[in-house]
């Protein structure tokens, strides 16, 4: 019989759960600590945004504000750089590296940045793939499978997962990429100098931390599939 809550499983899920949580947490902090470091030229995250913007010939994209926190995102469909209110208004260093992370995604959608454009095409399949995986998993918790089940049960489960686990895959460059595209333009913008864009630096490292523990996480899952499956087979 195929468990659904095998030991192994369950520690690896939580375990990355943990890490992700104490990652969260050192990002809010992080934030936090440098939401109370003015910029010397007293811009806000709004200005910051749309300076960037328009330094990189940008010029059919609006910076708005969203509700939340840590909500901050760009969408490609709409063009718009969404800053939650203490980055669209904050005159900090973790508003300004924020809203320059931000404006790096408006960059990479305007010169076509190929790891963006296949993420953008892969979200309608990974979603499905997730929601197919989620029905599989409660199948299991309600049915549980038949031994001669067993391996067919596995192979779906290991195909479905690597779709799922393409999406964090990709999503590493591309977050990566747009701290470097914002990063550079701080310092060439003379935005954040000295001090003040180490603190800009280390915030948005602490940002991709979190990228980079959720796609280990599916990276581990789908390992931990794929060597019950070859040890079924053997």
């Not at 990189?56 to 800053?83: F, M, R, W």
């Not at 203490?86 to 960059?107: F, L």
């Not at 895959?169 to 100098?193: C, F, H, Q």
Request: hydrophobic share 50%; proline share 3%.
């Amino acid at each position: 019989m195929f468990h659904l809550f095998n030991p192994v499983l369950l520690l690896i899920t939580f375990g990355f759960m943990g890490i992700g949580f104490l990652v969260s947490r050192r990002l809010k902090s992080v934030f936090e600590e440098y939401s109370h470091v003015p910029l010397l030229n007293r811009m806000s995250g709004k200005d910051v945004a749309e300076k960037m913007l328009k330094d990189n010939g940008i010029y059919d994209v609006k910076v708005i504000s969203v509700e939340g926190q840590l909500t901050d995102h760009y969408n490609p469909a709409e063009k718009t750089v969404n800053l939650s209110p203490d980055v669209y208004s904050g005159q900090n260093v973790s508003a300004a590296a924020v809203a320059a992370h931000e404006c790096g995604h408006a960059v990479q959608h305007a010169t076509a940045y190929q790891w963006l454009a296949l993420r953008t095409k892969i979200i309608p399949i990974v979603n499905l793939s997730s929601s197919m995986l989620n029905m599989v998993y409660l199948a299991m918790g309600f049915l549980a499978f038949a031994a001669h089940m067993y391996n067919q049960a596995l192979l779906i489960i290991i195909i479905l997962q690597a779709i799922v686990t393409l999406f964090p895959l990709i999503t590493l460059p591309v977050e990566i990429d747009a701290s470097r595209r914002g990063l550079a333009w701080l310092d060439s913008a003379n935005i954040t100098m000295g001090e003040d864009h180490q603190k800009a630096t280390i915030a948005l490292r602490w940002a991709a931390m979190t990228y980079i523990v959720a796609a280990l996480a599916s990276l581990t899952q789908l390992i931990y599939f794929i060597l019950r499956y070859m040890n079924s087979r053997d």
